[in-house]
């Protein structure tokens, strides 16, 4: 028999072993609950008596749980590369503006005279030669994950952005809206923007490898 201190700190007892080892299994009590025997003042834990450890004396401990792996998900080198070749696609894009600004500031030295005023109006001014090829890339990256769940770097990688909840594709809300567009638009904020950016990237580093883009979007990336 014996006598324990419940979680509100009163006394319950006598009882008998079979009853606390009935509150543990109900998670009323643990190995740790203060307790003492009947005829005793010594309080000790209830993993100490013999009645509640194993036979050799010591408290039972629970066999570890192996994390389960998703096999499906996409290796984080792959995600990687797919990253990169979508933004060399952009970078090319922006090939037009770079061009017609080196030669802006060309003409610019070549006459003596530079300003930062000039700088600014020689990009504003050239950035509109690559609006038409950046819209058409940002149509074709929106069409493919919409109907395919990929961009033009997953194709080449093999790898695909689907629901987590189920696994359906991600379409063009969940998709490009909320894991595409959205982050894009935090990333270009002053100074929030670089720590989006950098805590994005560091979040695939977690165990089902979503980044912060995925969990705003609820997808994950898969093998295709």
């Not at 696994?167 to 998709?175: C, E, M």
């Amino acid at each position: 028999m014996f006598t324990i201190i419940g979680g509100d700190g009163k006394e319950y007892g006598p009882v008998t072993a079979e009853q606390i080892r009935a509150w543990i299994n109900a998670g009323r009590a643990n190995l740790a609950t203060a307790a003492k025997a009947l005829g005793t003042e010594e309080w000790r834990r209830v993993g100490d008596y013999a009645e509640f450890s194993s036979p050799d004396g010591a408290p039972p401990v629970m066999a570890a749980v192996a994390p389960v792996t998703d096999e499906t998900l996409g290796h984080r080198g792959l995600r990687l590369l797919a990253a990169l070749l979508d933004g060399f696609l952009e970078s090319l894009c922006w090939l037009p503006t770079s061009q017609a600004v080196v030669r802006a500031l060309g003409a610019a030295l070549s006459s003596g005279r530079l300003t930062p005023q000039e700088l600014v109006e020689a990009f504003t001014g050239a950035i509109g030669k690559s609006i038409p090829y950046l819209l058409g890339l940002m149509v074709l990256q929106a069409a493919l994950l919409t109907f395919r769940g990929q961009t033009v770097g997953k194709i080449a990688t093999g790898l695909r952005v689907v629901r987590v909840a189920d696994g359906s594709p991600a379409g063009f809300l969940h998709g490009f809206l909320l894991r595409g567009f959205l982050p894009r638009c935090l990333r270009h904020l002053p100074l929030i923007g670089v720590l989006f950016w950098f805590v994005d990237n560091c979040f695939i580093f977690r165990d089902d490898k979503r980044c912060l883009h995925d969990l705003i979007g609820g997808t994950k990336v898969v093998k295709a």
